[in-house]
């Protein structure tokens, strides 16, 4: 194999083990399953493309309750460098039921929290029975309005991450761990 194939390589330390990962996932699919267990819910999974793919995956495998699946892909303008607050709908949520649905807007991570925040109002201007959410990862640090999520699985430091869905130019979403990624790769 060689070295330029091996991501790995890349990565400086591993934040999050997949085993961390799973149990921080256990933890928050049975607070789920306890709080959506009633017949008049109808529980959807609101997938945030494309970092959020890997944990929504894992989340849905361990609820016990019924659950759909949807989908949505935003983008905001300058993300990362200039805090212009605009959030693009580049895939919208398409369902003539929203009205009855009890929405869960799954993110891999909350940086300044302008994306769940908007996507959260967006969602119940719309129409939404309700709407909760919940994060893999924050970063509290990073905050640029007030924003905190109804499930969380744990607060990480400011620090460049990569896998589990989390990418550096659209690389590294496959790693099955949370790394922080070495400075030479992105400087
Ligand atoms: C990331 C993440 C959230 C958003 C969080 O997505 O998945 O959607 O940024 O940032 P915020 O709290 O500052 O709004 P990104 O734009 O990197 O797209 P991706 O999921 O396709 O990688």
């Known amino acids: ?83 212009s607050g605009n959030v693009n709908i580049i895939l919208d949520i398409m369902r003539s039921d929203l009205k009855e649905c009890d929405i869960l807007i799954i993110e891999d991570i909350i940086d300044s929290g302008k994306t769940l925040s908007y996507l959260s109002r967006y969602l119940k201007l719309k129409g939404a029975k309700s709407v909760r959410t919940c994060t893999l990862l924050d970063k509290p640090s990073r905050r640029e309005v007030d924003f905190t999520a109804d ?15 989390l990418d550096y130019s659209e690389k590294y979403r496959a790693l099955p761990y949370i790394g922080v990624l070495k400075p030479e790769v992105y400087r």
């Open 151 to 165: 499930y969380l699985g744990t607060v990480v430091p400011d620090e460049f991450l990569v896998g589990y869905g």
């Open 1 to 83: 194999m060689g070295g330029a194939c091996v991501l790995d390589a890349d990565v400086e330390r591993i934040l999050l083990t997949e085993g961390d990962i799973d149990k921080i996932i256990t933890r928050i699919a049975a607070q789920i399953d306890r709080d959506y267990c009633a017949p008049d819910k109808k529980l959807v999974l609101l997938c945030i493309l494309k970092g959020s793919v890997v944990f929504m995956g894992e989340l849905m495998k361990k609820l016990t309750i019924p659950v759909e699946i949807d989908f949505m892909r935003v983008s905001s303008y300058g993300h990362g460098t200039v805090s």
